[in-house]
């Protein structure tokens, strides 16, 4: 028995969701790169401003491993995730709605939804070590690398 107690359809969908979240995250985040000629030519700007999205980015990614470090034991963890994948959709669908005038807007809203990310693909690998030991976590943590991979 690999399962430390009896796994209901919600673990399972968290499972899945474990597996789902950081795929698309990373590739969200690779596709900034692909897009950015576009980015740049929407928002008439500058290459060395344009790199400002992947600067700030990486500050956010930076800053929520330093939060989940600090305060990451205070709140359940199922709750961090949920909540973080919640405010990531809502940070990326706002960044999408910037207009032309708003490339500072548009850029802090995208490290906004990177810092969520982080929160999120952190909380991922705690939440597998609670629900599953032995074979059955090794399985899991092998399903996100080969999402990451695929991303």
Not at 71 to 98: E, N, T, Y
Request: glycine share 6%; with cysteine; hydrophobic share 55%.
């Amino acid at each position: 028995n690999y399962i430390q107690h009896s796994t209901s359809w919600s673990e399972w969908a968290l499972l899945f969701c474990l597996f789902l979240f950081p795929t698309l995250s990373l590739y969200d985040g690779g596709s900034i790169g692909a897009l950015l000629p576009s980015i740049q030519l929407y928002f008439s700007t500058t290459d060395s401003l344009a790199a400002s999205i992947t600067t700030f980015n990486s500050l956010a990614h930076g800053l929520g491993l330093a939060v989940m470090w600090l305060f990451g034991d205070l709140l359940p963890k199922r709750a961090i995730f949920f909540s973080a994948i919640a405010l990531w959709i809502v940070f990326i669908c706002s960044a999408v709605l910037a207009t032309v005038n708003q490339f500072l807007v548009f850029v802090a809203l995208r490290a906004t939804s990177s810092f969520f990310a982080e929160i999120a693909i952190l909380s991922v690998s705690v939440i597998q070590a609670e629900l599953f030991k032995g074979r059955m976590l090794t399985f899991s943590i092998m399903s996100n690398i080969f999402g990451i991979s695929v991303a």
